[in-house]
């Protein structure tokens, strides 16, 4: 063998023990959460909708959004109960507001806001609790009809606001 092709056997030597080093920790994984061993279960439930404004859709698909999200990247199993941690929330705000206004004073900018409120609850390590209100946005052009534009608009706000939580909650940044 060459000496450039021992070097390499080398690396990827050092990498995997790193990376065995690194998933025997039992609290960090690679898809960025910081999980405890002990903890196995996880209970997400319905997100109420409190906004004035009401769209008819909006609690199930941050609801499914979010299940999807932890089933994707944790290891723990969803239950209807008593789970190690609970997940619940509400839509508090969702609203549309000028961001740009011409010179003849005409909106040439809508933005769509959604706000959340949730409760997580780590029953092994309370520690961890988190009680936190989340709210992301999206722009479009005032010449666009909302109802044109609403469900993309909706899909890319519970996109954002589904990494804010996971972030706060599991991954804990």
Not at 5 to 14: K, V
Not at 39 to 57: C, G, L, M, R
Request: aromatic share 8%; charged share 20%; hydrophobic share 40%.
């Amino acid at each position: 063998m060459t000496q450039g092709r021992l070097r390499t056997l080398a690396r990827i030597a050092m990498m995997a023990a790193l990376a065995m080093i690194l998933a025997g920790c039992g609290i960090y994984s690679f898809s960025g959460t910081s999980i405890q061993n002990d903890v196995n279960t996880v209970t997400i439930n319905y997100f109420d909708y409190k906004a004035q404004k009401v769209n008819p859709s909006l609690s199930n698909d941050l609801t499914e959004a979010l299940r999807t999200q932890f089933r994707k990247m944790t290891r723990l199993e969803q239950v209807d109960a008593e789970a190690d941690l609970e997940l619940s929330g509400s839509i508090t705000g969702y609203n549309i507001s000028a961001t740009a206004i011409s010179s003849s004073e005409q909106a040439t900018q809508n933005r769509l806001t959604i706000a959340v409120e949730i409760d997580f609850v780590n029953n092994k390590h309370p520690e961890d609790n988190v009680k936190k209100s989340f709210s992301q946005y999206a722009d479009f052009p005032a010449t666009t009809p909302f109802s044109s534009v609403e469900s993309s608009l909706c899909t890319e706000i519970v996109d954002k606001l589904i990494e804010d939580i996971f972030n706060a909650t599991v991954a804990q940044w």
